[in-house]
């Protein structure tokens, strides 16, 4: 079933990934032209583009993980996973910056100061800048082994996005809980020890 799913993953082209990234944002489109989006569109909107980014930043740190743990092989599509993760992101803080805020710096700074989960979530995009200006071959040439450090970033940053969406909740709901766990896990499953771990159970040889 792995090595099926491995065969097809190898015939998808890199641009079908972003085509395929592209959707959620043209349902948003779609819905707000259509008048679909809601009572309240910019919350609506705001919402929507965090919660994919969401899915894409857990998705990209699960590539992974899936490999060294069930051998599936998806580490070629890790770029623009991670490209389309700073996409939703950059639009998710510029919806609120310019629907919500309006624009006005002194109105974001107070709900800055008023809303402290703001400020993760802005923190979080600002750790993804440097891995998305990164994300060429170039700069891995370039940078060699301190653009694998410079990457670790990704770490704190789906960190702080997970704690951003959880504090932004009045009341943190089920789902809410399964996102922490997931997430949680997914960076526990990256200690050194545990990864050393799982590739030996994953590169056992069968017996019997």
Do not use: C
């Not at 939703?88 to 006005?104: C, G, I, R, T």
């Not at 932004?168 to 997430?183: F, L, S, Y």
Request: aromatic share 10%.
């Amino acid at each position: 079933m792995i090595e099926a799913l491995n065969s097809a993953a190898r015939r998808v082209p890199g641009w079908a990934v972003y085509a395929l990234g592209l959707v959620p944002l043209a349902w948003i489109v779609w819905l707000v032209l259509n008048g679909g989006i809601g009572v309240d569109p910019v919350k609506a909107i705001e919402h929507r583009l965090g919660k994919v980014a969401l899915w894409f930043l857990v998705g990209g740190l699960a590539i992974t993980p899936a490999r060294r743990g069930l051998g599936l092989n998806l580490l070629r599509f890790r770029r623009a996973v991670g490209l389309l993760a700073f996409l939703y992101v950059a639009l998710h803080l510029v919806a609120w910056f310019w629907l919500d805020m309006a624009l006005l710096w002194a109105q974001a700074a107070g709900d800055l100061i008023k809303r402290p989960y703001l400020l993760m979530g802005i923190t979080a995009f600002l750790l993804m800048i440097p891995l998305a200006l990164t994300s060429n071959d170039a700069s891995i040439r370039r940078l060699r082994a301190s653009w694998r450090r410079l990457h670790w970033l990704v770490y704190p940053a789906v960190a702080l996005g997970g704690l951003h969406y959880l504090w932004q909740m009045k009341v943190i709901t089920a789902e809410g809980w399964i996102w922490a766990a997931v997430i949680a896990g997914l960076l526990v499953m990256r200690l050194p020890g545990v990864n050393r771990g799982v590739t030996r159970r994953v590169n056992r040889p069968r017996t019997g």
